[in-house]
């Protein structure tokens, strides 16, 4: 059972990364999957979630329009799509298991962290 991120850098605002989340096939086939992130000294922020069950997706207000989930099955990876991206945007980001709706949420399983700097 695991989840590796990988794919974070620095990237100038404006800017483009795509972050990657291999995931095992148990975690993949009946956990939803999706990113969270988090800031020295705030509090940890859902960021996106892609259901399992039916690939519907659900997105935090402040990535809405800019960040894009997916997955492809065949690689055992959840991606995450990230355009203009903000200075607001730098944080540490983990992939979990998730459940969205009115926010999302984690449900249990964890992976390690990829750092996001968004800087000129």
């Known amino acids: 059972v695991q989840l590796q991120a990988s794919g974070g850098g620095l990237v100038q605002p404006g800017g483009s990364l795509r972050l990657s989340c291999v995931a095992s096939?148990?975690?993949?086939?009946?956990?939803?999957i999706g990113w969270f992130r988090q800031v020295p000294g705030k509090e940890r922020e859902g960021v996106s979630c892609?259901?399992?069950?039916?690939?519907?997706?659900y997105y935090a207000d402040s990535v809405k329009g800019r960040f894009t989930i997916s997955r492809d099955n065949r690689k055992n990876t959840v991606y995450l799509q990230m355009n203009s991206l903000k200075g607001e945007d730098t944080a540490v980001y983990y992939c979990?298991?998730?459940?969205?709706?009115?926010?999302?949420?984690?449900?249990?399983?964890w992976g390690q962290g990829t750092l996001v700097t968004v800087s000129s």
């Open positions: 892609i259901m399992s069950s039916d690939r519907s997706t």
């Open positions: 979990a298991t998730c459940g969205g709706g009115r926010t999302i949420y984690p449900t249990g399983y």
């Open positions: 096939r148990f975690l993949l086939d009946y956990y939803s």
